[in-house]
């Protein structure tokens, strides 16, 4: 069955940093992107950052400098190392995957984790 798992969210004042895990095999026969996205209450989930299977990386405008995605193809897990983490950063993370290229909408993934949850005080 495939799935995704994130982990790694929780609470940290301003300036501080965290790191989210998402582990999970999805694709095995083709390339493919995973991405983090994130959502607050009343609000369309964003894409936060996306890297592909071959190495291409994209973020997001309000995260770049910041924030960095990585994944370990052994491991299969895909890592969001968030840094200098801003009270505008609070959302439930959520990581997803699709087959071959990379997108920015969320609707073009296919499988999605359950949500983490970051939340930075000031």
């Avoid at 969210?9 to 965290?18: N, P």
């Avoid at 370990?72 to 895909?78: G, L, S």
Wanted: charge should be positive; include cysteine; proline fraction near 2%.
């Amino acid at each position: 069955q495939r799935q995704l798992v994130e982990s790694g969210g929780g609470s940290v004042q301003a300036g501080g940093s965290l790191r989210l895990s998402c582990a999970g095999s999805v694709y095995t026969d083709s390339t493919y992107c995973l991405g983090w996205f994130r959502q607050t209450p009343g609000k369309e989930r964003e894409r936060v950052a996306t890297i592909h299977s071959e190495g291409t990386t994209v973020y997001a405008d309000s995260v770049k400098g910041r924030f960095i995605i990585s994944q370990d193809h052994i491991k299969n897990t895909v890592y969001l190392q968030m840094n200098s983490l801003k009270p505008e950063d609070t959302a439930m993370y959520y990581c997803a995957a699709r087959r071959f290229f990379c997108h920015m909408q969320p609707t073009e993934y296919s499988y999605w984790g359950q949500g983490t949850q970051v939340t930075v005080s000031s």
